[in-house]
């Protein structure tokens, strides 16, 4: 792409957002002219997002900040099918009971980034089972079937690799680019909708909505993809060894939340900070080039502002101040995640290395002990020496533990009567 004109193509080059756009030419003249909607649809398999989809996420936040209508589609009705792009086995299929939960703690995580509203370039969201529960089949097929063939299906990435490791890929789940794409054409007739967004894994997807609308309304429909994110080290973004790290705070805490970006790769920290963050690109740029034990900074800075945006202002500062307190003072600081442990269960005798598994900074006991061996585990500020010791009631600090794995990470065990 030539340098674009609009604010919010500038914005999505400079930060490493984009990664594949249709007629990029004229889509820039789209967005120079005036105020665009565009929308990005999430199913609702869980009650919270991760952050593998603070990318989409940002890029929403982005496109209203450079005066633009983003459209949120929950995927109350493809969830019923489930995405399979990518993906070696089918989704778990839930009831409609359970996708109206996970669709309104989706709704929590998006009041975070986005401004919604009734004005011209408001948020709003909407649910594509609005338009495809009601659908009858023969019809439906009737109507759209035709302009979509085996043979290009065949051909997309997505369905291809499927097949080629040999996975099932069910009728269910090959009906879900038909609707995905008819979402898109839904979505401009409703609402206006002339861009669609996604992960690059959707491109096919995408394109195959610009077409049908192309064919069905020759309306002249946009698509624009970001890239896949791996960390430095290639793990996947949103996973760790504790698990998903979600963006609802009842699934995961501020202090967690701020950690899991504090523990960035010195090699991400620049990247990070364009994609995750609102600093100015000349800030980042500073931070980028902080060296050694310098690079700190930067990722107490990645940290507090990754969690301003999905926790607010306060939540950041309290993760910031019980972190530094944590680090500086060796204090059992209030505020940091926290695990249960029954008296009972002390007094009958538990080890190190249970404690450090129940509280989830390891995976296993062989684990710890190799923790251990490297001198990486901490029992109350003191290094352990073996991770099979037992733990008594004189270890107990007002009535708790303080484990510390590595420098980074604390957890506290509070004893319950």
């Not at 302009?147 to 369905?159: A, G, Q």
């Not at 669609?196 to 894994?201: A, E, F, L, R, T």
């Not at 963006?247 to 939340?257: C, V």
């Not at 352990?384 to 009535?399: F, M």
Request: hydrophobic letters at 40%; a negative charge; proline letters at 4%.
């Amino acid at each position: 792409m030539n340098t674009p004109r609009s604010e919010f193509l500038k914005t999505l080059a400079a930060r490493g957002f984009l990664h594949q756009c249709t007629d990029p030419a004229a889509l820039d003249e789209r967005l120079s002219a005036g105020p665009v909607a565009a929308y990005i649809g999430f199913d609702a398999t869980a009650d919270s997002l991760h952050v593998g989809s603070l990318v989409q996420i940002m890029a929403l936040r982005w496109l209203q900040k450079c005066g633009h209508k983003p459209v949120v589609l929950i995927g109350g009705g493809t969830t019923q099918i489930g995405d399979p792009s990518f993906r070696d086995a089918s989704r778990p299929l839930l009831d409609g009971e359970q996708i109206a939960r996970n669709a309104a703690g989706l709704k929590q995580v998006f009041s975070r980034y986005l401004t919604f509203g009734d004005g011209p370039t408001d948020a709003v969201m909407v649910d594509n089972s609005e338009w495809l529960d009601p659908l009858r089949y023969l019809p439906f097929l009737r109507e759209f079937g035709s302009h979509f063939t085996i043979n290009r299906m065949l051909s997309f990435d997505s369905v291809r690799q499927r097949l080629e490791r040999e996975q099932p890929l069910t009728l269910l789940e090959f009906n879900y680019m038909v609707l995905q794409a008819f979402d898109f054409l839904e979505l401009s007739r409703r609402h206006g909708c002339v861009l669609q967004m996604g992960g690059s894994d959707q491109w096919g997807n995408i394109v195959n909505g610009i077409e049908l609308a192309r064919r069905i309304d020759q309306r002249q429909l946009f698509g624009l993809t970001t890239p896949l994110l791996t960390t430095s080290a290639g793990a996947k973004m949103g996973k760790t060894a504790g698990g998903a790290v979600w963006l609802n705070a009842e699934r995961l805490g501020p202090y967690e939340f701020w950690q899991f970006w504090r523990n960035t790769e010195d090699d991400d920290v620049g990247r990070f900070l364009r994609l995750f963050t609102e600093l100015p690109l000349d800030e980042v740029q500073r931070l980028s080039q902080l060296k050694g034990a310098e690079i700190n900074e930067a990722k107490q800075i990645l940290a507090t502002e990754a969690t301003r945006l999905a926790h607010g202002d306060e939540a950041a500062r309290e993760a910031a101040d019980t972190a530094r307190r944590a680090f500086e003072g060796g204090e059992n600081a209030k505020g940091l995640p926290s695990v249960a442990l029954p008296r009972s269960e002390l007094d009958a005798g538990v080890s190190v290395a249970q404690l450090f598994v129940l509280a989830g900074l390891s995976a296993s006991r062989s684990e710890v002990r190799r923790l251990v061996l490297n001198s990486g585990a901490r029992l109350n500020g003191e290094v352990v020496q073996d991770a099979d010791c037992h733990v008594t009631a004189a270890d107990l600090t007002d009535g708790s533990l303080k484990l510390t794995a590595g420098r980074k990470r604390h957890v506290l065990v509070h004893v319950s009567d």
